[in-house]
T-cell receptor, first 115, second 112 residues
Framework: DGGITQSPKYLFRKEGQNVTLSCEQNLNHDAMYWYRQDPGQGLRLIYYSQIVNDFQKGDIAEGYSVSREKKESFPLTVTSAQKNPTAFYLC??????????????FGAGSRLTVL | DQQVKQNSPSLSVQEGRISILNCDYTNSMFDYFLWYKKYPAEGPTFLISISSIKDKNEDGRFTVFLNKSAKHLSLHIVPSQPGDSAVYFCAAKGGGSYIPTFGRGTSLIVHP
């Protein structure tokens, strides 16, 4: 079955440590996205990528970094510069970057907790 | 400044009744509107969408209505079922960007 796989589902980090969240899709989608969900804040866009080796900052990119070396993979690194990293992180992908409704398919999410 | 607003954080409905979830937007250039459903500790799943050239789209128990003059859309669920209990996100796309903008979500609780 095609889909998006995020790992790990739960992650604990000590302050000052960088952590990387994995996101892999086998939907042959071109565009991939990272969102962050906080209670009462909805989904906020961190980074997005429409093609391999290209990505753009979203609304809250500070303290995060990404790479897009393969079409299937879009890992997110939460760096020590992110002041409040405890959150639920969602990876998504979509087939087309432009026309139509651009329906996103989401992964199951990764819960990061900073101790 | 929120371009997509869901002003009701929560909604409680009796099983079998109608659930109406509302969404307002400010950007008149949005060309598609979408609703996603999210259970706790899971990713959102796409529910239904509507193009800005339409005023209604229906899929089974779910109907979305769009009022462009009021910049308002609503999702109707009839009849509501306990399994519909989830957070519903309104999203809009367009205005020069393919990236959807999400509202803050409305938590729907359907009581048996």
């Amino acid at each position: 079955d095609g889909g998006i796989t995020q790992s790990p589902k739960y992650l604990f980090r000590k302050e000052g440590q960088n952590v990387t969240l994995s996101c892999e899709q086998n939907l042959n989608h071109d565009a991939m996205y990272w969102y962050r969900q906080d209670p009462g804040q909805g989904l906020r866009l961190i980074y997005y990528s429409q093609i391999v080796n290209d990505f753009q900052k979203g609304d809250i990119a500070e303290g995060y970094s990404v790479s897009r070396e393969k079409k299937e993979s879009f890992p997110l690194t939460v760096t020590s510069a992110q002041k409040n990293p405890t959150a639920f992180y969602l990876c998504a992908s979509s087939k087309y970057g432009g026309s139509g409704a651009n329906v996103l398919t989401f992964g199951a999410g990764s819960r990061l907790t900073v101790l | 400044d929120q371009q997509v607003k869901q002003n009701s954080p929560s909604l409680s409905v009796q099983e079998g009744r109608i659930s109406i979830l509302n969404c307002d937007y400010t950007n008149s250039m949005f060309d598609y509107f979408l609703w996603y459903k999210k259970y706790p500790a899971e990713g959102p799943t796409f529910l239904i969408s509507i193009s800005s050239i339409k005023d209604k789209n229906e899929d089974g128990r779910f109907t979305v209505f769009l009022n462009k003059s009021a910049k308002h859309l609503s999702l109707h669920i009839v009849p509501s079922q306990p399994g519909d209990s989830a957070v519903y996100f309104c999203a809009a796309k367009g205005g020069g960007s393919y990236i959807p903008t999400f509202g803050r979500g409305t938590s729907l609780i359907v009581h048996p």
